[in-house]
Structures are given as structure tokens and as C-alpha cells.
């Protein structure tokens, strides 16, 4: 009965398949976004003053970010939990491909994150005219209770006193 169970608890570890191949999806709305915003950008390009022309270019970024983060998770997830990616010999294989693992893959979207929010608070501050003092004070509180957060599960991961 105790190898029935375990081999039950083991095999599920296939429903996280259609997730992972359901951020692909997600991956795919976020690539209609970014073209989206680049047919609104092209032709306005030249109206655009320098500090509208960073926002946009911001904007590209957070979303560059948000993909990548995005395939780091889906791969690195699916490579952790689900099945090793069999890759043909001779065929392009991304170099970090299964050399993440779970304690790597939290730091790595924890970083991203931090990275994430920075550019959201970044083009916040470009905006800061148009902003009231409390809603950009709690910009600053989010973002640094991403980076303390993203800190503290570095320090306690490293010191190898708490596995986060």
C-alpha cells in the first residue's frame, strides 16, 4: 500500500506539465503586448520627448524582464519538478539548462523581481510630477520590502541555515 501511495505522489508530479506549457501561453501574450506597444511607439517616435522616449524604453525593458523571468521559471521548473529535458545532441541548448536548482531558481526570481520593481519605480519617478507624496512613498516601501525580502533569502540560503 506505502508504494502505491508513493508512486501516486510521485507520478503527479506531471500536473505541473500543463502549467508549465500554460506560461508558454502566457509568454505568447506578453510578446502580443510588447509588439502591440511597439506598433503604438513607431510612429510616434518623434513627437516623443527624451523623457516620454525612456518611459517607453522602460516599459520594453519591464517586459524583456518579465519574459525572461518567464522562461527561467518555466524551464528551470519543469527541468526541477516535472522531467529532465531531453535535448537532441546537435540541437541549441540554452547554457544554465539544468544548472538551477530550486534554491538558484528562488534567487533568481527574487532578483528579478527586485529588478522589475526597479524599473517600475524608476519610471515612477520620471512621473513624479503627475504623483501624490503618499502613493510614491508606498512605491518605495513595496520595492524595498522586494529587495530586503530578496536579501534576506540570499543571506539565509548562503549561510545555509534556512533553505527558503
Known amino acids: 500500500m506505502e508504494q502505491i501511495i508513493e508512486r501516486l ?13 500554460g506560461m508558454s501561453l502566457a509568454l505568447m501574450a506578453l ?8 506598433y503604438h511607439f513607431i510612429p510616434a517616435i518623434l513627437e516623443l520627448d527624451e ?12 517586459l524583456t524582464l ?5 522562461i527561467i521559471v518555466m524551464f528551470s521548473g519543469y527541468d526541477n519538478f516535472v522531467s529532465r529535458l531531453d535535448i537532441a545532441e546537435g540541437t541549441e541548448k ?3 539548462l539544468g544548472t538551477h536548482d530550486y534554491g538558484s531558481l528562488k534567487m533568481k526570481v ?26 510614491m512613498l508606498w512605491y518605495v516601501i513595496i520595492h524595498m ?6 536579501f534576506l533569502m540570499g543571506y539565509l540560503e548562503k549561510s545555509g541555515k534556512v533553505s527558503v
Not at 505522489?9 to 506549457?21: G, K, N, Q, T, V
Not at 520590502?145 to 530578496?150: E, G
Open 110 to 135: 527574487a532578483s528579478s523581481i527586485v529588478a522589475i520593481s526597479s524599473i517600475h519605480l524608476l519610471k515612477v519617478f520620471m512621473n513624479v510630477e503627475h504623483i501624490a507624496n503618499d502613493k
Open 94 to 96: 540554452l547554457s544554465w
Open 145 to 150: 520590502t522586494f529587495v530586503l525580502s530578496a
Open 66 to 70: 518579465v519574459g525572461s523571468l518567464t
Open 31 to 38: 510578446a502580443v503586448k510588447f509588439f502591440q506597444e511597439i
Open 9 to 21: 505522489i510521485y507520478a503527479s508530479r506531471w500536473l505541473l506539465a500543463p502549467i508549465y506549457l
Open 51 to 62: 523623457s516620454q522616449l525612456i518611459l517607453k524604453l522602460l516599459t520594453f525593458i519591464d
